[in-house]
């Protein structure tokens, strides 16, 4: 008789998730899927808006990253406008991505992984959590906090508001920058240097202890696709899409936001309603691929800041080429934390900041805009259409947990497979099924969840799929 | 961490745009304007408390959370004493309570504030619209009068007090 295991919901996410596996009848590992169970239809509700009306509107799609999207949406804007910002205006939203990802990497870090980290796979799920991390090792409790306050008060200084500022509009941005506020940023800057180092020797400090986790976990070759300058150093919000092959072959370079639904395609399954993307000319699933910090670092040459440097040179070291492993996305999001607070440092020490040209004004002058940048996630893209009267007519948007859709079910079956025998499961197997979606940081909307504890519905199922029996955790 | 004591921290949650849920804001702009001038008093308000407030409870001689109750009659108006978590297997990622954050805040720093309170105004309505309801609309005033009572005994007894417990 055939088995189904359910994981539902899947606990250390942003958002709900099931996952399901599926036994055969020797009690194997046959098959498993991550469901994303939510439906948000801002692409649809959106159609009638006014464009500019976009950025505020497509920021609620969540209260981790309203940045990414706020910015997304300002350059497809902006596209319809046929304007290109002032470089302060480009200069302000950089550093405003940026403290936006210095403080999603560290919510993702030190909140949803460390526990599994610090406290092991199999430690209890009651303690789990970031009480339990505050126990075992303050500091990194303390360093946590201090990196994600970092993050959300540069974005408080910048915007007002923490979460859905209204700061970022089409054509730029409504106010400069004062020097009372960079400077204020500025003093901030060691503090957090100091909590991204420790955060960075905890973690290779007890990266050895996983390495079945680092066998296992979304553990396979890959396409990688990622921002990229000219210059071939890292880039989250300007430069042109880069595609690469499992062996860092490029497949494609200069994908722009205009070019971009001419080699990027979108397909459903049906068991979720997250789809799932791929590169048109490999096709569905070949042209599957893995977006954010791991395919990032994967595909530059460089930083461009010398510490973060310093730590992708290490970092590469890690394979002889491209790293496959799903589970260095906890490495590769620390190394772009560290790149964060250093080009967010080089930027405000120029004193063009403090500009006070930081908007361009137009009306619609194209009936079609596309923007992309790189959220915390992965490649965000935002895509519009409009009428004469610059009407919402049609929406698109690609989301990063989108673009690795197809490697987190591969991902989970592979982990499945390792750590669930002969139709038995622990508490442990289970907390690494889960712990290879949190490689991946899936954002699937902003939505609280418990700590530690699994709250686990497990539902059997007979071949012909009647419910044998169910354990509700 | 600031080593800057802080006096009293007016820690404030609510959403205005969900009707009664909007006192905490209401509250918090109401003492921002009350103790513009006063550096003994900080006021903070967002949606929701989240774990990175909790240095500011850390640092606080006194703190007084702000925010609309949903087991109380509309408009009744309550303060209580806050103590510690003990029990914290039920946490979320992103918003804490305030047994939670004093916990946290004893956990990371290991010290908590003199004294904690908790004030709430009953909710009448928590329908998706700005304003008040009746109830809440009526007891806004006995609100902030209680909330500036609370706040300048809490000043008065810290000038009398040695600084922040340490456990």
Redesign the interface.
Known sequence: MTQTITIDPVT?LEGHGKITIHLNEQGEVEDAQFHVTQVRGFERFSQGRPFYEMPRLTARIC?ICPVSHLLASAKACEAIMSVRIPHTAAQLRRVLNLAQMVQSHA?SFF??SSPDLLLGMESDP??R???GV??AR?EL??AG??L??FG?HIIELLGTK??HTGWVIPGGVTEPLTASHRDEILAMLPEAYANVSLALAAYKQIADRFQQEISVFANFPSNYLGLINEDETIEFSDGALRLIGPKGEIIEDGITAQHFTEVIGEAVENYSYTKFVYYKPLGYPEGSYRVGPLARLNIVKSMGTPKADQELAEFKQLANGPVESSFFYHHARLVEALHGIEKIERILTDPQILDKHVRATAGVNRLEGAGQIEAPRGTLSHHYKVDENGLITWANLVVATGHNNNAMNKGVLQAAKCYVKDGKFTEGALNRVEAVIRTFDPCLS?S??????MPLAMTLLSSDGAVVDQVIR | ?NQIPLQCLILACGNTLREDDGVGPFLAQWAEERWRNDPRVRVLC??QWT??M??EVAQAESVVFIDCATDCAPGEIRTMTVEPAQD????????LDAPQLL??SN???GTLPRSSLLLTVGAGSLELREGFSEAVQAALPAASSLMEKTVLELLGSSNDRPSTQRK
Do not use: W
């Open positions: 250390r209260g919510l909140h949803l009651a303690q959590h970031i009480f505050a126990s303050p409790g303390r906090i201090g994600r306050r959300q923490r979460i902003c609280t969840h418990a700590f530690g504890q | 961490m967002d949606h774990p990175e909790v240095e914290n297997s039920k946490l979320g990622t992103h918003h916990a946290l956990q990371l720093y």
